[in-house]
C-alpha cells in the first residue's frame, strides 16, 4: 500500500487532564519529523473546530513553546462535548478533504473515541484515505483494554495527596471527614485515596465506589463502628455512588442536574452529595465535627501535581501513535498495557470498537467483600501510576511523660 | 535578673497549617541546646493536654524524626479548639508547676494568643516565674502587627494553584467557574487567587473578599458582564462573604451550622454557599455550565504543595521564639515584619495584648474601589509569600490556518 502525504491534524475532545499536552506535544513533535508530513495542524475546541474551520498551524509552533505547554495542564487546544452525527461528519470531510488532511489524531476519553470511530467509518465509506488515531486520556481510568488511561495518575496524586492532608488534619482536629472524588461509573480515582493511608489508624478508612450499591443503612453503621474505634472517621466517597435500583444518588438530590451531547449528566461543580451525606451522619450518629469537602474540577487540571510516570506515558503515546498510523499505515485506539506489575509499560494499537463507547469498571479482585474499601490488590495497582517521590508523613515517636498529679474527675 | 532554668513546654494549637511542624521542630531542637533547659515536653492537643497531663517527652526525639515531621503537614502534637477559663488555668498551672515547667510556647492563631495572654496573667498574678511565647500560625493571614503569618504562604500556593488549574480547565471548556476559599473575616487567602492570573484574559475574573458587603445584585451585573466579554467567568469567592448587614450568606443558607469554643461559627466544610451563588447565576444569566467548587479542607494541609519561604520562616520562628524567651527572659507573641518588599524578612516579639484576639483584615489598597478585586499592590504584597518555582501555564502561539470553505451557516 502507498503511503499517504499529506497534512496532520491533532485535536483534545472531552474533560482536560493534567498531562493532556505531553500528548499534543509528542503528536506534533514527532509528525513534523515525517517526510509525509506536509503540516501538522491543530483543531480549536476538539472536533467543533474542523466544522468550523478554526484550525491553528503548528508547523509554526517553536519546539521550546511546544515542550512549555506539554507541562502546562489542560488541553492547549481547547476542548468541546459535541458529538457528531452525520451532518456533522460531513462537514468533517469537507474540510478534511479541501485541506489535504490524511491523518487525524484525537486525544480523548470514549466519547472522543466513539466520534474518532464514526469518522474512521464514514472515511471507509465515502471512500476518503485517511488514517484516524484515537490516542486515551481520562482522569476516571474507565476506557477497555488499557491497564491504565493518561491523566488518571495525576488526578490519582492529587487525590492521594489531599487525603494525606485530610488524614492529618483529622488525627490535629478529630471528626468525620468526607472527600467526595470524581468518578461517574469507575470508581478508579476515588480507590486511590487508599494510597494516602500510610498509619494502620488512618484514613481513607472507607471508600465508596460507583461498582457497588450505596445504602445509607450500611454507610451509618461503617461509619459509626470507625468512629468509635479510632475517635475520627476519613471517608472518600465517589460522586457516582448509585442505590440498590441504580439510582444516582447526587442527581437525586440535586435539581440542578444538566447534561451533555453525550447523554451523560453533569455530576461535578456542586457540593450537593457531600452536604448530604454530611447531614444524614450528623442526624444520626452522635458526631461533633462532620465535614464534606467536594475535590470537583480541582483533581482534572491541578497545576503542580503531577506524576512524573504518567506525563512521560502520555508523551510517549503521541509518539507511538503518529508511528502505527504513519510508518504502519494502521487506524485504532493506542493502547498502554503493563507487562511488568512494579513497573513497566507497553503500547498497542487496537481496532476502536473496542475501546469507542466503552466503559470498564473497577474488578471485582481490586474491591474488598464488604464494598466499603479496596483490595491490596488494588494498591499495588494504583502505586506506580501516581509517579515516584510522593510526599510522605511522619508522626513523633517520643514516650509519655508520667502523670504526677490526680487525674482530672 | 535570674535566668529561669527548667522544662520547656510546647504545643500547638487551632487549625493546623502546612508548615506548623517547622516551628515544632525550630522551638524543640533550638531548646533542646540551651543549657537552661531541663527537658523539653510537648502537650497532645494543645492545652488540653496540660490539663490532662497528656504530655510527651520530646527530649527523646531524634533530631533525624523531628527534621521528618518539619516537613509534615498538620499538627503533630494534635491540637484543640478549647478556650480556657479561670478554672482550666489553674489546673494547668498545677500542671506545670508540678512539672517544673518554666518555658511555655504555643503555636496558633489570635485565639491561640488570647489563651497565652490569660496564662501569662495568671502566672504574673499568681506569682508562678513563666516565660511565654506566642507563636503565630494562620492560613488566614489574620493576625495584627505582622507582615504575614506562617502557614498562610502556603495555603496562599495551594489556591494559585488550584486557580492555575480552574483557569486553564475553564478556557477548555468555557463557562462560570468558582472557587470558594476559607476566609471567616479577613480576604488574604481568597484574594490569593490573583496570582493564577497570568495572561490578560485569565481569572479570577472576581473576587469576593469579607472586607466588602456582598450584593447578589451588583454579583449577576459582575458575572453577566465578564461572561459577555470572555465567554468564561472565574470567580474566586471567601466563605466568609457578607451582605450589607454584616450577616455572613454561609450561614444563613446553612442550617447545620456548629459554633466553637471561641465564638466562631464552623464555615468550612460543606458546598453550601457556592450551591447557592451557582444557582443564582442560572436562575438570572444566560449561562450553560456553571460549577462551584469549595476547597475546604484541602486548602489547609494538602501535602506536597508548601511556600519554601513560609516553611523556612516558620521554622526561624520556633529558633528566635527561643531565643527571646531563653536568652532574653521576654514574654510576648513573636511577629514577622518586612523591611524589604521584595523580599526579606526580620522578626520582632511585642505584647501579647497586641495579637490577643485581634483579627487583621486586608487594608483598602489592598482592594480594587469596585469591591470585586485586588489591587496590583496585593499583587505585589502577596507574590513571594507564595515561595519560588511556582508553575507557569504556557499557550500555543501558531497562526491561524486560512479558511478555504464557505462559513458554515
Not at 36 to 47: I, K, R
Request: hydrophobic share 35%; charged share 25%.
Amino acid at each position: 500500500m502507498d503511503r499517504l502525504k499529506g497534512k496532520v491534524l491533532i485535536a483534545q475532545g472531552g474533560g482536560p487532564t493534567a498531562v493532556i499536552n505531553q500528548t499534543l506535544a509528542g503528536v506534533v513533535l514527532e509528525a513534523r519529523k515525517n517526510a509525509l508530513t506536509t503540516a501538522v495542524y491543530g483543531s480549536l475546541n476538539g472536533v467543533r473546530g474542523i466544522v468550523e474551520e478554526n484550525l491553528l498551524d503548528l508547523t509554526w509552533e517553536t519546539s521550546h513553546n511546544l515542550e512549555r505547554i506539554a507541562s502546562t495542564s489542560s488541553s492547549a487546544l481547547l476542548s468541546t462535548r459535541d458529538k457528531p452525527d452525520q451532518e456533522y461528519c460531513s462537514r468533517i470531510f469537507d474540510v478534511m478533504r479541501k485541506h489535504d488532511i490524511r491523518y487525524f489524531f484525537y486525544i480523548g476519553g470514549n466519547d472522543s473515541a466513539d466520534t474518532v470511530r464514526i469518522i474512521e467509518e464514514q472515511a471507509r465509506s465515502t471512500g476518503y484515505d485517511l488514517r484516524t488515531v484515537h490516542i486515551p486520556k481520562t482522569i476516571d481510568n474507565d476506557l477497555p483494554v488499557n491497564d491504565h488511561c493518561p491523566g488518571f495518575g495525576s488526578a490519582a496524586r492529587f487525590v492521594t495527596q489531599a487525603f494525606m492532608g485530610l488524614n492529618l488534619d483529622s488525627r490535629a482536629l478529630p471528626g468525620v471527614l468526607m472527600g467526595i472524588v470524581m468518578g461517574r461509573h469507575s470508581g478508579f480515582l476515588t480507590a486511590s485515596s487508599i494510597l494516602a493511608k500510610k498509619y494502620s489508624d488512618e484514613g481513607p478508612h472507607l471508600i465508596y465506589l460507583p461498582e457497588r450499591p450505596f445504602s445509607l443503612e450500611s454507610f451509618l453503621t461503617d461509619v459509626g463502628r470507625v468512629y468509635g474505634e479510632h475517635g475520627r472517621c476519613v471517608i472518600a466517597v465517589a460522586e457516582g455512588i448509585k442505590d440498590a435500583n441504580g439510582d444516582s444518588l447526587l442527581l437525586r438530590h440535586n435539581q440542578n442536574h444538566e447534561q451533555d451531547a453525550h447523554g451523560n449528566w453533569q455530576l461535578s461543580g456542586t457540593g450537593i452529595l457531600g452536604d448530604f451525606l454530611a447531614k444524614t451522619i450528623r442526624d444520626n450518629l452522635h458526631v461533633n465535627r462532620v465535614r464534606a469537602d467536594t475535590f470537583g474540577y480541582l483533581q482534572r487540571c491541578f497545576t503542580g501535581v503531577i506524576s512524573d510516570r504518567d506525563s512521560q506515558e502520555a508523551r510517549e503515546l503521541g509518539e507511538i501513535a503518529v508511528h502505527y498510523a504513519m510508518e504502519e499505515n494502521r487506524n485504532g485506539s493506542v493502547v498502554i498495557r503493563r507487562p511488568v506489575m512494579d513497573y513497566s509499560v507497553s503500547y498497542d494499537l487496537v481496532n476502536l470498537p473496542d475501546v469507542a463507547g466503552k466503559t470498564r469498571v473497577m474488578s471485582d479482585d481490586f474491591i474488598n467483600e464488604q464494598g466499603n474499601g479496596v483490595t491490596d490488590l488494588f494498591r499495588a495497582y494504583c502505586s506506580p501510576l501516581v509517579g515516584t517521590q510522593l510526599p510522605e508523613s511522619f508522626r513523633l515517636r517520643a514516650p509519655s511523660v508520667p502523670k504526677i498529679l490526680e487525674p482530672q474527675p
